[in-house]
């Protein structure tokens, strides 16, 4: 009876922990595609386990075993996306019971139920719900999935050359995953100098020398593979015109991630409408490096503070590859890049929760637990497809330019002409600058043609053009715009530009297809 009781007492925890989670993200198994999730689908249709010619994406972009993945699953059961969120949902449910068996060994709390607070706190937090719901980001999920594994196999099995090389497999194939993982080589110092409490013996440590110096060299490999295959290793984009504004940039949006963090609502796809991203607002830059000032004061005080330090180093650590202050990104507040940093804040939560003795303290933790659960079950619907999902950032968010540029393309899948125009229209009001417009004014050009206003067309195709002269699909309206008009000189300039672009150039080739198609269907015959 006693060894039965305790056998309950044990998987009782991550039981309630994988009904609980699944209960809240269900909504997300009658979800749909959204967003980059066609683009990466049509990929893996035309070039399985290729990465390359992914328009739409950065150039950047370098994640073969995300693409290979979808790729095994849509030979699995085609474009059905119930089987790719359950997938998803999965690898969520297996993250969060991994953080629980690991706290104990991490030694930040012996207290099962304190573990299960914590790991509580990160599969139930609202900020997760863009992870999880949107199948693009399995990268993140699997991301900290392998890290996980890698620090339960480093901690708890035995020391053999055998060992090493599974955990350096383990370590690359999150890596091929996604970036991120690479943070690992900041963590795992952490685990040894907070936790373990060895760093001072490494040098003595011929397993732990093994392990740091095959993650440096799997790291090398990584890049080498990186930029061999994108040509860079990480596309630049400065968020304002000089260094100095971009790190106040960088710590005001760091203020963001907190906040969003500690009162998690309004929570949207896009937050493009926060910040203006130039030097010409120097409170918010003041702001911005005072933050970033208050979270290295605050790592380096809790140096010396296990387990408070691991818990800090962790969060902000992790953050690191998202942050923009190592290699800029091209998205500077997004709420998926909590998702690996979230570990640390469970660490942190199991951490403070073991001082809950009684009942009564432990039920009023509990209750924002069923809040943060029920907003998360909420935000699930929202990301049911690509309408209600931007027409859930432009509700909240009115000076959100990117969330009607993508309104305007949905409708313009759907051949609705006209609200693809007013979306489209909006959008440009709001965002007038040419530079982040031009795939809004490109989608705009084929509105116009579709509505028999060429002129319109042409218009919006140059426009489009004179900020990316390469736009291969801005070259193909201008084409069809001016054959409508009888413009042929300007329709032959644009068709030689189009057939000097080069054979790899997908975008090139199609827009060339589509022009022909076009005139075909309009019954015009090129005179050039």
Known sequence: MERQFLFLKKALPPTLLCLWTLLTYWPTLNNSFVYDDHILLNSVRHEPGKSKNLEGLEKDFYRPLLLASFTVERSLWGNNPKYFHVLNLLLHVANAVLLLTLIPVLKITPSPWAGFWGALIFALHPVQVEPVAWISQRAALASLFFTLCFLHMYLSWKKKISTVLILLLTYSLGLLFKETTAALILLLPCVDRFVMKRWKSFHRDRFRRSVYVGLFAVTGLYLILRISHTGTMAERHLWGDSW??????????????????????????????????????????????????????????????????????????????????????????????????????????ASLSQNLRSTALKISFSIPLLLLSAQSFQTCRVWKND???????????????????????????????????????????????????????????????????????????????????????????????????????????????????????????????????????LGIKSKA
Not at 277 to 285: D, Q
């Open 244 to 349: 100095l504004s971009h790190l106040g940039n960088v710590g005001w949006a760091s203020l963001h991630h907190i906040r969003l963090l500690a009162w998690p609502l309004n929570l949207r796809a896009s937050y493009s409408d926060l910040s203006v991203y130039e030097s010409t607002a120097p409170l918010m830059l003041i702001l911005g490096w005072v933050a970033l000032l208050a979270i290295g004061t605050a790592l380096i005080v809790s140096w010396k503070k296990p387990p408070l330090g691991f818990c800090l180093s962790w969060i902000v650590f992790a953050f690191l590859p998202s942050s923009s202050l190592i290699f800029p990104v091209m998205t500077l507040v997004a709420e998926r890049f909590w998702y690996i940093p979230m570990a640390g804040i469970a660490f942190l939560t």
């Open 387 to 521: 309408e209600t999902l931007w027409k859930n950032t432009a509700e909240k968010a009115p000076g959100n330019w990117f969330s009607r540029a993508a309104l305007s393309e949905v409708y313009l899948r759907r051949q609705d002409w006209q609200k693809s125009e007013e979306m489209a229209l909006e959008a440009l009001k709001l965002q007038p600058s040419i530079g982040v417009a031009v795939a809004v004014l490109t989608n705009l050009a084929f509105v116009y043609d579709q509505k028999n206003q060429p002129e319109k067309a042409a218009a919006a195709a140059e426009k489009a053009l004179q900020s990316d002269p390469d736009r291969g699909m801005a070259y193909a309206q201008l084409a069809v715009a001016c054959a409508r008009l009888g413009q042929w000189k300007k329709y032959k300039q644009a068709i030689e530009t189009l057939n000097r672009t080069p054979a790899e150039d997908s975008e090139g080739r199609r827009a060339l297809r589509w022009v022909e198609f076009r005139l075909k269907a």
